[in-house]
């Protein structure tokens, strides 16, 4: 039975943990719950890239696969995701708030000069 995306996935935890250490100019990192998982990286960003690497080769997830089960990312890094994200919700909906309070002014001036244009004309 040819195995699918979806079984890969299910090899995925939800949450891993990793201890990170530094040593001069490399990061080398482990993955706690999986024994014999180890990575090493110049800098963070190429460390998250080489930790989703080892869990992948870990749980022999094919290359084919890997865009599709997942991603893990540092939770620190996902929480100010997820604020910058509420930030920008919440600026557009005051950006809506302010733009349909705008509309409603234009509406009420454009009435306005409506019921003042039909009132002069029937002055004249």
């Given amino acids: 039975m040819a195995k699918t995306k979806e079984h890969y996935k299910s090899l995925l935890p939800d949450r891993l943990t990793v ?20 990575t090493q990286a110049n800098g963070f960003l190429e460390l998250v890239d080489m930790l989703n690497d080892s869990i ?4 022999s997830i094919p290359k084919k696969y890997q865009k599709e089960v997942g991603y893990y990312i540092p939770q620190e ?4 995701i997820h604020r910058q994200q509420a930030q920008n919700l919440y600026r557009k909906i005051i950006e ?11 509406v009420e001036i454009f009435r306005l000069q409506k019921s003042w244009e039909k009132t002069s004309q029937k002055w004249f």
């Fill in 19 to 38: 201890e990170i250490h530094k040593e001069k100019d490399e990061i080398w990192a482990k993955v706690i719950e999986f024994p014999n998982c180890y």
């Fill in 77 to 80: 890094v996902m929480e100010e």
């Fill in 96 to 106: 809506n708030v302010r733009m349909n309070e705008q509309k409603k002014k234009k």
């Fill in 56 to 59: 992948y080769t870990y749980l």
